[in-house]
T-cell receptor, first 112, second 113 residues
């Protein structure tokens, strides 16, 4: 079946450090891939997405590339800020199908 | 601007009570979803609806029911609340199918005592 696996957190970094949060997926077809972010006390917000292999999604300095050969969609940012502290969720979904598959979330703590 | 609202941010109920969680979206989305979020388990789909009066079970529907009488409103009902239903409940909506991302409400943190 379909599933998403994320690295366990929490991830603790100093401000301006490089961030990678790993995400791998298992899919029976050709899904779209998403990263969502959840700030404390809030719902999830879409951060970026990619709809086909080799696409790169980007937003607010975050990037992720859809790698079909390694079934991965790792989230990266070159220089994190304290305001990036949040929980990050990787997800997949298919066109013409309502269901989303979410990873378990990775908590990021950024220290000044 | 896209908006999904939930009736309460925090709710405390007693075991055995009937609980209603309301969700409203103003984007004319066809699809609406209810998830629960628990530490270490991520988001789990309870029910979703792809049209008025239509519903489908998600991964964990036991102990819950839903109602969608109008396109913009999707209600989650706990017929007889139990302590193991203490959780964060998130509502989401989306256009039509699949490729279109889901938009989430702020969540309702429900405590059942």
């Amino acid at each position: 079946g379909d599933s998403v696996t994320q690295m366990e957190g929490p991830v603790t970094l100093s401000e301006e450090a490089f961030l990678t949060i790993n995400c791998t997926y298992t899919a029976t077809g050709y899904p779209s891939l998403f990263w969502y972010v959840q700030y404390p006390g809030e719902g999830l917000q879409l951060l970026l997405k990619a709809t086909k292999a080799d696409d790169k999604g980007s937003n607010k300095g975050f990037e992720a590339t859809y790698r079909k050969e390694t079934t991965s969609f790792h989230l990266e940012k070159g220089s994190v800020q304290v305001s990036d502290s949040a929980v990050y969720f990787c997800a997949l979904s298919y066109y013409n199908f309502n269901k989303f598959y979410f990873g378990s979330g990775t908590k990021l703590n950024v220290k000044p | 601007d896209v908006k999904v609202t939930q009736s309460s941010r925090y709710l405390v109920k007693r075991t055995g009570e009937k609980v209603f969680l309301e969700c409203v979206q103003d984007m004319d989305h066809e699809n609406m979803f209810w998830y629960r979020q628990d530490p270490g388990l991520g988001l789990r789909l309870i029910y979703f609806s792809y049209d008025v009066k239509m519903k489908e079970k998600g991964d964990i529907p036991e102990g819950y029911s839903v109602s969608r009488e109008k396109k913009e409103r999707f209600s989650l009902i706990l017929e007889s609340a139990s302590t193991n239903q203490t959780s964060m409940y998130l509502c989401a909506s989306s256009f039509d199918r699949g490729r279109y991302e889901q938009y989430f409400g702020p969540g309702t943190r429900l405590t059942v005592t």
